[in-house]
């Protein structure tokens, strides 16, 4: 298994001969991409997506493929399983988190932000969002509003009826559409927040920075008590803002560039070349009401290359 959790062809080598590796890895590695992003869209870690992906290929490689009738499914309740398994434990981990925790964030591909319902999925502000929901009510959810998958299938994957699928699914549809933006913000409209954000930065205009900042604006930092970062949210515009404009000190030594971070437009410190900072934005109506703030060394890996994310 590589560190991505991928079989390595020494994994597939000793049971080639018999033709049913080969077989299974190439099924597994078809659909290894989309496995990834129902994982990370269940857990906000890709860390630990890739490895329920390693468990999810150990166990694949144990099936006898004779008797699968849809490899994708098989594949993705495999997945799903490994995944709620991993979740209630990351709950527990989470709860000795030090400071405000954030998803992992991703350098996405162009084509993610082309889908515009994966990119609103993989957003920041929806996967925080759905930390708000119950692991089961998650998994339904994700699976059933992001990758379309029938009742009966879910019933499968969670180990419930498809009367009681339905029943979750209802519950967390109420739930995400109280607490997601009022709409599916377009890329154009986060990454002109974004822009007027950096340049109320690179002024050091606080009226500028207040502009374009909603009133009631949130502003989450993620250290994970390694970095220096909020130990609680901050709220309000007359707060954030000079802490926003404080990052003009800078200057001299940082660079403040746009990315496609989990599908939308983000900014990326850099600090003597290195990646200190990603900050993510939630956008509604035009003004920024959610910065989030991602400084764990543990967390900006995968903002080093793309990550290929499917439906």
């Given amino acids: 298994m590589s560190e991505h959790g991928e079989p390595t062809g020494d994994t597939a080598g000793p049971l080639a001969d018999g033709g049913g590796m080969d077989s299974a890895t190439e099924t597994f590695v078809t659909h290894r991409n989309l496995l990834f992003t129902v994982a990370y869209e269940m857990l906000g870690s890709a860390a630990d997506a890739e490895d329920v992906l390693q468990e999810t290929w150990l166990r694949w490689a144990d099936v006898d493929l004779a008797t699968v009738r849809e490899p994708r499914a098989y594949l993705v309740r495999i997945t799903t399983r490994q995944a709620l398994s991993r979740l209630r434990t990351l709950g527990r981990r989470k709860e000795s988190y030090v400071g405000p925790w ?10 993610v932000a082309e889908d515009v319902e994966l990119a609103d999925s993989v957003s920041m502000a929806m996967l925080l969002v759905l930390e708000t929901l119950a692991p089961t009510e998650r998994a339904v959810f994700v699976l059933r509003e992001v990758f ?4 009966d299938e879910i ?3 969670i180990g419930k009826t498809p009367a009681a699928v339905r029943q979750i699914a209802h519950r967390a549809r109420a739930h995400v559409a109280a607490r997601r933006p009022r709409g599916v913000v377009s890329a154009t409209e986060t990454r002109e927040a974004l822009e007027a954000f950096q340049r109320a930065i690179a002024t050091g205009d606080l009226q500028s920075m207040l502009d374009i900042l909603a009133p009631d604006v949130v502003f989450l930092g993620d250290g994970g008590g390694i970095k220096e970062a909020a130990p609680a949210p901050i709220v309000g515009a007359d707060r954030v ?5 404080s990052l003009r000190r800078f200057s001299a ?9 989990n599908g939308y437009p983000a900014l990326i410190l850099r600090l003597d070349g290195e990646i200190d900072t990603v900050i993510a934005v939630r956008v509604d109506g035009g003004l920024i009401t959610g910065l989030y703030a991602v400084r764990n060394p543990e967390k900006l890996s995968r903002v080093e290359r793309e990550t290929t994310l499917r439906r």
């Fill in 155 to 157: 019933a499968e994957a």
């Fill in 241 to 245: 803002a000079p802490l926003a404009v």
């Fill in 253 to 261: 030594t940082a660079s403040l560039r746009p990315a496609q971070v």
């Fill in 102 to 111: 954030l998803p992992e964030p991703l350098l996405t591909a162009p084509d």
């Fill in 148 to 151: 379309d998958l029938e009742y």
